[in-house]
Structure formats: C-alpha cells, structure tokens
C-alpha cells in the first residue's frame, strides 16, 4: 500500500469529521499526519508492518499515537474502521465537492445542512433555480467563482496530468514486459509528445505473442474494466495508483493496487507487426495536424502513408497492406522521413508548427544536459531534508551546483523566513560546505513577488544572497495588466537571477496569473534574467508556448525542480520535456552551464 492511499484515507478522514462538526483538534491531527506520510521519503507500509510499527510511526513528525494505530491498522487489515464509520454518516459525494479549488468543509457543510446538497449534482440544482444565494455567504461574485471551479473540476476528469500518466505507462509497460515476450514497446500519443495532460494512453507493442501481450494486460492489477479485447488488441480502465510504486527511472516493481480507490484512466494496448513499427509509432504519436502534414509531403511525391507504412500511390480502394504491397519504408520513423526528404523530429514538437520545414534535426536539450539545480527549501521553511540531507543528494544525481532557496517571509503557511532567520540559515549553507565536498551549495531564496511587484526582502539582504528566484504566490487573480507590471518590474530588479513559476498555475486546478508574456519575455531578456520552467507536474511553468516564445526571444532559461522531498528531483524529466516542446537547445539553459560559466553569469548581478 503506498505513502498516497494511506495518506487519502487520513485526508478523507478529516475531511468527514469537519463535514460533521467534529472537533477541531482531531481534524488537524488528522490533517497534518496525511501530510506527514505524503512527504515521507520512505516506504511507510513496510514501517507499519514492522514487530514495533505503532511505536516506529511515531517517531515520524505529525504521526501521533492514535493516528500511527490507525495506519497500522489500514495497511494490516485494509481498512480503517473508523473511516467506515464516517463514511456511514457522509454522503460520498460530499468528498468530491471538497475538490473544488477554494471551497472547504465549513462551505460543504453548509450546502448540505442547509441546501441538502449531497452530490456535485446537487449544486448543480441549487445554481441553477438560485436558492444557492440564500445561503450565508453566498453571493453573485461567490457563485460566479463556484462555477469557475466546477467547470476546472470538470475538466480534470477528462484528462490527466502528465506526471501520473507517464508513471502509469510505465507501469503498464514494465508490467507486460515480465510477462510476454515483447520484442518493441513504447507509449504513443499525447504522453510521448510530452503534453502537460493527457486523455488516453496508447501503448504499442511488437511481440510474436500478441494473445499473451493482451491477456497479461486485461489482468493486469489496477484494471477496473476491460472495454474491448481482442487478438491483437485491448482496451481497459487503469486505476491511476496502479503506477504508483514506479520511480522516476521506471524501475521498482509494480503493486497490487487491487485495494485502493482513485481515479482512473483509459488505456489502449496495439500490438503492430514489427515490419511496420515505425509507421504505427509516427500515426498513434501524433499530433493530428503533424500527420496531416506529414501526409500531404508524401501526397505531393506519389505516395500514400498509414500506419502500416509509405507505399506508392496506386489508388486502389482497398489499403495496400491489404493487398500485401510491400512498403517503401516503416520499420522505423526515420526511415519514413528520409524517403519523404524531410528531417526526423523529435516527438515533443510534432504540433503541426512548421516543423517539417527545419533543415536538419533540432537538438534539443536532454535529461543529461543538466547540471544544476537552482531552486529547492528544506525543512527550514516547508522541505523535508536538512541543508546536508539535500546537498548530498544533489551530489548523489550528479549536479554541480544546487541552490538552497527557502521560502520568504511573506509566505507565512509554508514557514517562510523573516530576516534574521534568514541570515543564520545564509550561515548554515555556508557551514555546510564544509561538510559535503565535491558540489558547490549556493545560499539563496525563493522571495515572493509582492503584488505590486516588490520584493519581500529589503536590497541590502538580497545582495547577501548567491541566487534570487523571485516568484509570485499571492494574489494569482489578479487584472493582466497589474500581473505584467509585477512581473516586469522583478525580472527587471538588479538582483534577481530567475522568475521562479512565472503564472503560479496548477494545471486543471488554477489557471494563475495571465500577464503579457512578451512584454516579460522582453524585460527579462533586456535585464539578463532567466526565466523559470518549474519541473513539479502540477506546475510545468513557463508552460511549453511561453518557453517557444523565449527561446525565439533569446532569453535564458532555467529548468529547476523546486526540490521540497527528495523524490521531487524525479520531476526534472517534465522540466526538460517541456523546454523541448518549447524547442529549447541546451545551451539557452543556465542549468546546463559549466560550474564556471553558472558562478560567473550569477554574480554579475552582484557586481
């Protein structure tokens, strides 16, 4: 059972006692064990299961003695009887409504209390014959956001972010690997193009055994429905947690996720005949509009392209693989592309933008390329690892260099630092340099952008600082117009090194602010500042056209993993998926510099 289902069950469980009113202090103690086995780095089931699991739970911070016999419970038994205890008394539905963003459990309360709202449907009603602005609270303005949020939540159920998504097809793919033999297999589709959401997974498969690719599928555990199965292909609905135990290399074994609950999405399994591999890769990658183009290329040689491959036109009605024409090309995509006369892409910017029209094949920065992480906390604002902790495992994954960026005064909910603090932590970074040899600890911050573009620290103590990040986390609602005034005016400030998450969005969950990213582009361009793609999933900001436009500008670009658990520096692979997607080459990435060219470019701004 992973840190998450243990974590959701804590979570649901606070969330019920609030619903009924509960008291407050046991809603809290609720809520902050969830958080504590989220941000856990170790496995907390195998801690659970232990002679002495209560007592080692508790040793944890945030894990009380009766929240600690409740994970043991749920990991030994499968359940917690006092979640069923509440779940008997809430309506499920209510749980749902907790997911829209900025309504909270004193508001779900009141709709079902007062409105017998019990289900997403039910809120539905209540907007929509008007009795909603007779609750407390309730305004036209409030409603008018309720129904923001609504439309948010229900969007996030058609499709899903890429983060989970890649570790599912991971999951499915390791998961068929171990038990047919496979001679190719690759995800397709929107998740290989890299998309920052993704609908469906198309999984293709080359195997001299397709019955066993698509019965070792349809069993696979995680599966909730099988919607089509065939002799060489299946569909099914996956639980998302299926992919849960994969890590960021894709190499730990998958669970049984046959005891969580969760969303779910659908996954589609192909299995194509290897003489046509690349054809059916290139077709089910996409996108639609990449295709067409790519189609119209071999149209106007006297061809015709499909996914079993390029054969010569001869406009017969029936598909020429059909009539068993042997293809020009298909076994691979470059094959295909070199009959047509026409570069190898890169899947990530196969969008349909005049990428057939490049000379040769863009290289574009890789996962390898970076050398430097520029923005992580620790546990002196709202990090899991000391200064130590985090510098050794930054030296572990092979950086050079990683800045230490703790959060600012201004953020108050994740233990920002006032400015004292702030000067014995600079203290501390120094110290340890001492400790972990081999990786050069740069003394930062993450200073929240004010909203009218101040920063949260005074000149005199930014200029104490090796790197500023600079980053906006209030006030995300804010006009276009103020956004890109604040932000101008702090890429344009002296001492600021990089616009950290330049929107503040979440994706399907906060659209963040929407200033005029070529008015910034400009400024941050003019003044030498970096621009930001945070490589948190939920973030991915600069977002993947925002990146284009940079890199058309000429502005630096920096990829970090604003590292809060360790597991957070496996997100780096988003990061440089959507600087592809935004055709980023590695040298317009300051993370990809030399030890010397980063410390130089970092302190000219202290000059």
């Not at 969007?155 to 570790?167: C, D, I, N, Q, Y």
């Not at 909910?413 to 050069?440: S, Y």
């Not at 993370?591 to 980063?598: C, Q, V, Y």
Request: aromatic share 4%; net charge neutral.
């Amino acid at each position: 059972m992973s840190n998450a289902a243990i974590a959701r069950a804590l979570s649901e469980i606070a969330s019920m006692m609030e619903l009924l009113g509960e008291d407050s202090f046991r809603v809290l103690a609720h809520s902050r064990a969830a958080r504590a086995v989220e941000d856990f780095p170790g496995d907390i089931a195998s801690i659970a299961r232990g002679a002495t699991g209560a007592a080692d739970l508790r040793k944890i911070e945030g894990l009380g003695p009766k929240t600690a016999e409740k994970i043991v419970e749920l990991v030994t038994t499968g359940a917690i009887a006092e979640h069923a205890e509440l779940a008997a008394k809430v309506p499920a539905g209510l749980l749902q409504l907790l997911q829209l963003q900025g309504i909270g459990p004193k508001t779900v309360r009141v709709f079902w209390t007062q409105a017998g709202v019990t289900s997403l449907a039910d809120l539905h009603r209540i907007i929509a014959d008007g009795s909603i602005l007779k609750l407390p609270r309730m305004g036209e303005k409030s409603v008018e956001k309720l129904k923001a949020a609504i439309s948010m939540l229900s969007e996030s159920t058609k499709r899903h972010r890429l983060g989970p998504a890649t570790v599912l097809a991971e999951a499915v793919i390791a998961h068929l690997k171990a038990r047919a033999k496979i001679e190719r297999i690759e995800a397709a589709g929107s998740l290989r193009r890299g998309r920052e959401t993704v609908g469906d997974l198309d999984i293709l498969v080359a195997t001299a055994d397709p019955a066993g690719v698509v019965q070792a599928f349809v069993t696979m555990p995680g599966v909730t429905a099988v919607l089509q199965s065939g002799e060489t292909r299946a569909s099914c609905r996956v639980r998302l947690s299926a992919g849960e135990a994969v890590t960021d290399d894709g190499e730990a074994p998958i669970k049984d996720a046959g005891e969580d609950s969760g969303p779910s999405m659908q996954v589609d399994v192909k299995v194509v005949p290897l003489e046509s591999w690349g054809a059916a890769l290139m077709y089910f990658t996409g996108s639609k509009d990449f295709n067409v183009a790519l189609r119209g290329r071999a149209q106007d040689r006297g061809l015709t392209l499909n996914e079993y491959g390029l054969f010569p036109e001869d406009h017969e009605k029936t598909p020429p693989q059909a009539r068993h024409v042997r293809p020009l090309a298909g076994k691979t995509e470059e094959s295909i592309c070199e009959a047509l006369g026409v570069a190898w892409v890169p899947p990530e910017i196969r969008e349909g933008r005049g990428e057939l029209d490049v000379k040769g094949t863009p290289r574009l920065i890789e996962l390898g390329d970076i050398q430097a992480e520029l923005h992580s906390h620790t546990t002196a604002s709202d990090g899991v690892l000391s200064i130590v902790e985090l510098a050794k495992e930054a030296k572990r994954r092979g950086f050079h260099t990683l800045a230490i960026t703790d959060h600012s005064q201004s953020s108050v909910i994740a233990n920002g630092l006032k400015p004292d603090r702030l000067r014995r932590h600079i203290r501390a970074i120094h110290a340890a340099r001492e400790e972990v040899k081999g990786i050069t600890l740069l003394a930062g911050s993450e200073v929240d952008i004010l909203p009218d573009g101040r920063l949260d620290y005074d000149d005199e103590l930014l200029a104490e600082l090796d790197v500023v990040v600079a980053s906006p986390h209030a006030a995300l609602k804010q006009e276009p117009k103020a956004a890109t005034e604040r932000l101008i005016r702090a890429v344009s400030h002296p001492l600021v090194h990089i616009l950290g998450h330049p929107t503040g969005r979440l994706i399907m969950r906060r659209a963040g602010l929407e200033p005029d990213m070529a008015e910034v582009i400009a400024a941050a361009k003019a003044h030498g500042t970096a621009l930001e793609i945070n490589a948190h999933w939920m973030r991915l900001d600069l977002r993947d056209v925002h990146v284009r436009m940079a890199v058309e500008a000429g502005c630096a670009i920096a990829i970090n993993c604003d590292v809060h658990h360790p597991a957070d520096f496996g997100n780096l692979r988003f990061g440089v998926t959507t600087g592809r997607r935004g055709w980023l080459r590695a040298e317009a990435c300051v993370n990809t510099w030399s030890a010397k060219d980063l410390h130089e470019w970092l302190k000219k701004k202290r000059r």
